[in-house]
T-cell receptor, first 115, second 117 residues
Framework: AQSVTQLGSHVSVSEGALVLLRCNYS??????LFWYVQYPNQGLQLLLK??????LVKGINGFEAEFKKSETSFHLTKPSAHMSDAAEYFC?????????????FGQGTTLQVKP | GAVVSQHPSWVICKSGTSVKIECRSL??????MFWYRQFPKQSLMLMAT?????????EQGVEKDKFLINHASLTLSTLTVTSAHPEDSSFYIC?????????????FGPGTRLTVL
């Protein structure tokens, strides 16, 4: 069964600094991987997804993630943090495929951005 | 883009009462919808997969008689928490892929905060 593990439940960076949120996956088949962002008391917004095409995936709001099979990782990065990036971030893997799959979420990482 | 709404956005109820939460796809048809619950500072846990015109598929450990799901149309799924208790207090989120597309593209609702007194 597929799963994801997010390393670090809380990450704090200064405004303008690099953001790095870590996610490792476990999957017996080529995975579909996702990063979502959740602002307080809101649903989830898709930042980006990897579906076995290019290993470097660019998403919205300046975020990107690189799929590294050798490291079973899919870390999320942003070169320069903005105050508005403060939120909860979830890595997810698609369990199953097509119309019968379901998303399995990691534990989440809270990103704090200090002025 | 595709929009999913939920109603109500928050609800407070007394222990023992039932609460219905609606999930609507506003501008697309959704044969399948997913229901998640999220406890404070925790991840989303899939509760069940709602299928239009058929029974929902519940995840292991989720009581189907307690969390009733009805997916009566291609744009509406409802989750009814029956005989709610304080431990049912949580944030409930639904999501849906557009009918005919893969579930790797899901649209999430804004969530419903349930507080059971």
């Amino acid at each position: 069964a597929q799963s994801v593990t997010q390393l670090g439940s809380h990450v704090s960076v200064s405004e303008g600094a690099l953001v790095l949120l870590r996610c490792n996956y476990s999957s017996s088949v080529p995975p579909y991987l996702f990063w979502y962002v959740q602002y307080p008391n809101q649903g989830l917004q898709l930042l980006l997804k990897y579906t076995s095409a290019a290993t470097l995936v660019k998403g919205i709001n300046g975020f990107e993630a690189e799929f590294k099979k050798s490291e079973t990782s899919f870390h999320l990065t942003k070169p320069s943090a903005h105050m508005s990036d403060a939120a909860e971030y979830f890595c997810a893997v698609l369990h199953g495929s097509g119309n019968t799959g379901k998303l399995i979420f990691g534990q989440g990482t809270t990103l704090q951005v200090k002025p | 883009g595709a929009v999913v709404s939920q109603h109500p956005s928050w609800v407070i109820c007394k222990s023992g009462t039932s609460v219905k939460i609606e999930c609507r796809s506003l501008d697309f048809q959704a044969t399948t919808m997913f229901w998640y619950r999220q406890f404070p500072k925790q991840s989303l846990m899939l509760m069940a997969t709602s299928n239009e015109g058929s029974k929902a598929t519940y995840e292991q450990g989720v009581e189907k008689d307690k969390f009733l799901i009805n997916h009566a149309s291609l744009t509406l799924s409802t989750l009814t928490v029956t005989s709610a208790h304080p431990e049912d207090s949580s944030f409930y989120i639904c999501s849906a892929p557009i009918t005919g597309t893969s579930v790797d593209t899901q649209y999430f609702g804004p969530g419903t905060r349930l507080t059971v007194l």
